[in-house]
């Protein structure tokens, strides 16, 4: 039975399906144990450094080495009750190398000497048998070892040093909120990720980070038995690149919109959305159902998030559009003849989209990614022209660049690191513009907030995207909530009919925190950041049926 | 130690462990696997694996509190430890309303899901399969990414009530895409099975091909509603999201397509067409599956949909205690029945229609309804007057399995097919279905 499907069934006794199906690794823990201090730099140094030997005896002429911990604690919660709280430890070491021209990759938990020393020839004999099967050598990117360094996310509350009571209480209180104002049922939870991870390698880099994320969330649920009708409301929070402190709801970071919803920049009132969202599934039982047909679309930034995750993060992979993924994910319509042509119109002039592993808050900001390389900004689309992918050091010369564009990660230790998405976000327009002003011009348009239903092809030309809150849109007003709808679109045509931004003051990020690539499937955390965006004439659906 | 244990050596371990309890109640989980697996794009492999893997998770009580703790490094030490530990984490846990007290002793059917040849299998046979497949792609020119995984497990349970359950399983899973140089067509064919030896790469690369060829110069129709034909690998991924939400406790809280005007629920009622008949069955021989749940309760046969009506829910320990019925565990395997058409005949009986080999990004768009939208891909193809004109570009498609089932016009024999969203494996049978309802096209290929 593979891991996926045990925790699907220990999911099903506790809680049947209302349980995400999420990853957990490693080994359950008691809670104060993922405050212990793990190895010190130097020891690492020190192990990395025989991994780092043991691979050149054996023939590598490239070696990075990885040495992990991976830390998760998940709270689940119903209604009145705590329904699973999971501590998980996970370490060990990853070492990759190149030899014969090819990669291999192996992995132990046995962090010692000896232990560190067979995996490493374990590698190398992987790579040597691999090459058999390759017809050119691996050619990496030049990158300088950098020395010793450290990088840590710039938390000021570490969530794993809050009692777990204090997180127990804060869901009981948003659970509470919920169903004191219409809800049915009420799940939430909440997710906390630190990744302690060394790197060396052959290079001379030797670089100790230590990375946080955190992630609260909810499922609103209301319900008309006699009726036989349910309406669900996720929570309008972003997975974050934070400590506990994004939990503080601070006034400061409240965006007012408009008819007093409130979006979330860096801070996030869990209760408070809660509160709406009781009330929101409660009116999305007798809201009006949508007319089908062509619209001007308001998207809030909670939700545009994921539809420039996979319309324009994922078919920028140069992965994808190599062919490494053709039997799982797919490939790309962002062939390498469009970016040649430095005229391929991806959208309007007013799409800038860039390409990130620094900006603050980020779940894709580190110092360094799991390659060495130090992390930066690109662009991907300037002025609505496709100019530039993600890729790694294996990759960049495709493009006639020297230097990675850092874009390398693995979700563990025992994972072999490929390419990830990094941040991937359409900036914001110059002009001073709110969203009331926005809306103020749509004559008929749908303004919708929130993550909902999505689905792309494995080239990324069709999309169909759903939402939490749809308001329709008459004559520069909000005229009340809409059901039923959904957008389909094709990616160009839709970035085409991009045609006004808000500003900076609303610009905010959305995240993925379980984003899955590659066979066997790893998982990577990546946000997306934007202000709300108008899109014109997009054909929407109505998702209505009976059965 | 080895990490795959015969029934006496997992007795033996967990007997252990379980003198070390000094909880109310104890129940202790171990499993342990071999993978390996084989990744190959663009014609080379790009990378391989393996991963040995063990774990043991003691589940202790104390009144109503409960608390988990595992281990994956196994020694005397060790398991006094997890034991302590998982005691310790009961003792601070706040009560459970819904705690269930462990079962005891049960009875299991015997279910042969172990195979030797799977077992057996190494880098070296897993390269010479994948050697199987490249060979035929590389000598026609065409480009082939696929994924090999094998994998050799087993599970075990023991409790402090007497309880001791004993599976050990083997699997492969073979997928594969092959494109057309131009990018131009793109053919898929994946194969799971319990027994390797059954796997036969070079058999499916040739469907693979065949379809990668056969869908060059699709033509555009127009979206709307058509006669389709379901390949049992697309029909999978639309009939799990019945399979994954029969949950009594959903639809008895009236969130679920099992709910009902007034507040009860579909149970006993028709659904779907007469001819609908699905089952679990751990005995079944193409598909058999663990004689046991994740709690301990014994898995038969049992019926989901027969002749079209829903006539099981599944009913977790603390949910049937509460209504006063029978626990239904969550199966471990899924089957739907079929009839005796093959893929070709139901071809040859269609005046006009779509054949459908694969649907890609299922994602459900009401969970009322189980509306869901996806697309096809790698292959699809227009029937007119019995016979494959024309591949056709891909559509995007906004269905629910409900209404489909109720279009059902025939159906033919199951095969054992792995789901491309869940990995699952079903079985599956094509099935030709009327006003199946395509909302937009895809360029993509």
Redesign the interface.
């Known amino acids: 039975m593979k891991r996926r499907d045990f925790m699907q069934m220990s999911g099903m006794g506790l809680g049947a399906l209302m349980l995400p199906n999420v990853p957990v690794i490693g080994n359950s823990v008691p809670v104060e144990h993922l405050l212990d201090p793990w190895m010190d730099a130097p020891v690492k140094k020190i192990l990395s450094e025989i991994a780092l030997n043991a691979a050149k005896s054996k023939g590598a002429t490239y070696t990075d080495v990885r040495i992990g911990r991976y830390l998760q604690q998940y709270v689940f919660t119903r209604e009145k009750q705590v329904q699973n709280i999971q501590n998980a430890e996970s370490y060990g070491i990853g070492i990759r190398v190149i030899a014969n021209g090819t990669w291999g990759f192996a992995a132990t938990s046995d962090v010692t000497a000896d232990g560190i020393a067979k995996c490493a020839a374990t590698a190398v004999a992987i790579a040597k048998a691999n090459s058999k099967f390759q017809k050119e050598p691996v050619v990496l990117a030049e990158q300088k070892g950098v020395g010793d360094k450290t990088w840590k996310t710039p938390i000021k509350k570490n969530a794993f040093e809050i009692p777990i009571q204090e997180k127990i209480d804060l869901l009981m209180n948003v659970n509470g909120a919920a169903m004191a104002n219409g809800a049915g049922f009420v799940t939430s939870n909440l997710f906390f990720v630190n990744e302690q991870k060394y790197f060396a390698s052959s290079d001379g880099s030797f670089i100790d980070q230590d990375v946080h994320r955190i992630w609260p969330t909810f499922t609103v649920t209301a319900i008309d038995k006699a009726a036989g009708k349910f309406k669900t409301r996720d929570a309008i929070s972003s997975p974050m690149g934070m400590g506990f402190e994004y939990l503080d709801g601070l006034a400061s970071e409240k965006i007012a919109g408009p008819n007093g919803l409130v979006g979330y920049r860096n801070s996030y009132d869990m209760v408070e959305d809660a509160i709406v969202a009781a009330k929101q599934a409660k009116e999305k039982m007798t809201a009006k159902s949508v007319l089908a047909g062509k619209y001007d679309l308001v998207l809030d930034p909670n939700h545009l998030g994921l539809t420039i995750h996979e319309s324009v993060g994922h078919p920028t992979e140069l992965d994808r559009v190599l062919g490494y993924e053709a039997n799982y994910a797919g490939t790309s319509f962002a062939t390498l003849d469009k970016w040649q042509a430095k005229n391929f119109n991806y959208g309007s002039k007013l799409v800038n989209i860039v390409a990130d592993k620094t900006q603050a808050h980020t779940l894709g900001a580190v110092g360094y990614d799991d390659e060495g390389v130090p992390c930066k900004e690109w662009n991907i689309i300037k002025d609505g022209i496709l100019v530039n992918y993600q890729a790694t050091r294996d990759q960049v010369s495709i493009l006639g660049e020297k230097e990675s564009h850092g874009c390398c990660y693995a979700d563990n230790w025992n994972s072999v690191q490929f390419q990830r998405m990094p941040n991937i976000s359409l900036k914001a327009g110059t002009e001073k513009r709110s969203v009331l002003d926005m809306i103020k011009g749509v004559d008929k348009g749908i303004y919708i907030i929130g993550r909902g239903s999505y689905s792309i092809d494995q080239q990324r030309y069709n999309f169909q995207f759903g939402g939490q809150v749809f308001y329709e849109i008459k004559n520069g007003q909000i005229a009340g909530m809409l059901e039923d709808v959904a957008y389909q679109s094709n990616t160009q045509e839709f970035w085409n009919s991009c045609s006004q931004l808000c500003d900076k003051d609303d610009y905010r990020t959305f995240g993925s925190f379980f984003d899955g690539k590659g066979q066997p499937s790893q998982v990577s955390a990546v946000s997306h950041g934007s202000a709300t965006t108008r899109f014109d004439a997009v054909n929407v659906i109505n998702t209505g049926r009976k059965i | 130690m080895a990490i795959i244990l015969s029934e006496a050596e997992a007795k033996a371990l967990l007997q252990k462990v379980l003198a070390y309890s000094k909880a109310d109640e104890c129940e202790i989980t171990l ?1 342990g ?1 071999q993978r390996g ?1 084989i ?4 014609n ?6 393996s ?1 040995v ?1 063990q ?1 043991l ?1 003691v589940k202790s009580s104390f009144g109503k509190k409960t608390g ?6 196994f020694s005397d030490e060790s398991f006094e430890k997890v034991v302590r ?1 998982s005691e ?2 009961a003792k601070l ?2 009560e ?3 705690f269930m007290s462990i079962i005891g002793p049960q009875k299991y059917l015997s279910s042969k899901g172990y195979f030797e040849s799977t077992a057996a299998v190494n ?1 070296d046979s897993r390269a010479a399969a994948v050697g199987k497949s ?1 060979e035929l792609s590389r000598a026609q020119n065409l ?1 082939a ?3 090999l ?1 094998n ?1 050799t ?1 087993f ?1 075990a349970m023991m409790n402090s009530k007497g309880l001791f359950a004993y599976y050990p ?1 083997t699997s492969v899973n073979f ?3 092959v ?1 057309t140089p131009d ?1 131009t067509g793109s053919g898929y064919v994946a194969r799971g099975y319990s027994d390797f030896s059954k796997l036969d790469t070079a058999a499916a690369t040739r469907i693979a091909i065949a379809k990668s060829k056969g869908s060059v110069g699709a033509k555009a129709l127009e979206p709307g509603k058509y006669t389709v034909i379901l390949e049992p690998t697309a029909a999978a991924v639309l009939l799990e999201n019945i399979f ?2 029969m ?1 009594a ?2 639809a008895d ?3 679920s ?1 099992l ?5 009860t629920t579909k149970l006993g009622e028709k ?1 779907v067409d007469e001819r609908v008949n699905i089952y679990s069955d751990p005995l079944n021989p193409d598909l058999p599956a ?1 004689p046991y ?3 301990g309760m014994p898995q038969k046969r049992m019926n989901w949909i027969e002749k079209g009506v829903v006539k099981n829910m ?1 009913y ?2 603390y ?1 049937a205690q509460k209504k006063g019925v029978e626990p239904v ?2 199966p471990n395997n899924m089957i739907m029945e079929g009839g005796t058409a093959s893929l070709e005949d139901m071809i040859k009986s269609t005046k006009q229609g779509i054949l459908v080999t694969k649907l ?12 869901l ?3 096809t ?1 790698d292959g699809t193809f227009y029937i007119e007057n019995g016979k494959i004109k024309h591949p056709v570009k ?1 559509f ?1 498609f ?1 269905e ?1 399995p ?2 489909m089932l109720n279009n059902l016009e025939t159906l033919g024999k199951p095969e054992r097919v792995v789901s491309t969203e869940s ?2 494996n079903y079985m599956i049978p094509p099935m030709k279905i009327r006003e199946f309802t395509f ?7």
């Open positions: 499993q696997e697996n990744r190959y794009a663009r080379e492999v790009s990378t391989s694996g991963l893997n774990n998770a988990i703790a595992t281990i994956d490094e530990r310790e984490l846990a706040p459970n309303p819904e880098p490249l480009t990414a696929g994924f995984e994998e497990g599970s399983s997928s594969l895409t494109r990018g994954f939400r949950d406790r959903s809280e009236g969130r397509f709910s009902k005007q007034g507040g659904i663990s749940s994740g709690d599944y977790n320990r949910w565990p969550f890609w990004y299922i994602r459900t768009v009401d969970p009322q309804t189980l509306l939208t996806g697309l891909r891909n995007r906004n629910s409900v209404i990995e699952r909302s937009s096209l895809s360029d993509a290929v």
